[in-house]
């Protein structure tokens, strides 16, 4: 599914002869399962995809330049992983789950970073969020910006417990999060410019269209099939942009705090609670509104204690009972759309380092 005869959306120039690796003869590589696909050591991969849906992972071998042989693998290992690059970095893209994800770093030894991407739902009150945009997590110091959290025990205490100390993004992440974010008018078109290309690979990532971006009040909960065959639409909020809904290939890129919910946050009510009490604490410590929760994620609980990561999340439901398959395709295409666009800035970041290992930027950790 790579796109190996097409232009990057980076407009690079997309022969193997950016592949870095012991063989990169091959040039007429139509078929990317050919074995003719360059075969790269387990140390020449450092840095990670890491995912735990299917589609998910189509999203993100879609966001390669090329695909590399895949390499053999333990039986103990039942991760799965699709080997490739965007420009120079070499990407493992891992499928995996709390269990078995520090495999991973097993089977890949030189690993220093990961994004894990995928789809999350979004918390729709007070944010502008829309299905379809997609969240990057906020970094937070002592730890990191996605923050595991139980809702009976922060109701009762009234407090946050973090559960687990996560991995602080590195420094590169953070630097290559920065430029990412510098211009938001050129991360929007950049982010789109991928996201079109990751749509020609498959007609499974097409935007499912505005007119089923549907909000309804918290309380008002789904009654069974589509939204549209059975749920009341006199139920559904006004949205702030006048129910135009997003232009289809502009997602939004929202940073914040990402909870970490088990099974997955799916009721309206227990949602605006959760959030209102930890936006509350939030408030409580001087947290920066960057630190607001925008959303929900069932998949990545932790992914996250092994590599310092990022987490990018596509925002294929409301986190609430309306919460439904048809955007998860299209939101696994932002998140990768979004996650590509990183790998360029960590390269950027990663040649700076090397020239001048003190002039990264000061303040990106908040
Ligand atoms: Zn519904």
Redesign the pocket.
Known sequence: MARNTHTSPSGQDNSLAHIHGPENEEQNNADPRQNALPALTRTSYTMAWICTRRIEMSAAIAALDSQHQPLAQSFSDPNIYTLGSIQKKNIVIAMTDPFTVTLITTMFPALTVSIVMGIGSGVPVGTGIRLGDAVINTPLLPRGGAVRDDYDRAVRSGELHHHHHHHQPSNVLLTALAQFERDQTLLRSRVSGNLAQIQETCAEFAHPGPEYD?L?QSEYE??GGD?EA??DMGYLIPREEGGEGRLNASPTVHRGLILYWDGGMRNGVARDRMVENVNTIRGAMGWADDRKVLCFDSGAAGLMHHLPSLVVRGISDYAD??ASPRWQAYAAAVAAAVARDLVRHVLATEDLLVDGEDEREEGHGN
């Open positions: 549907f309804f789904h009654t939204c059975g749920c009972s309306h």
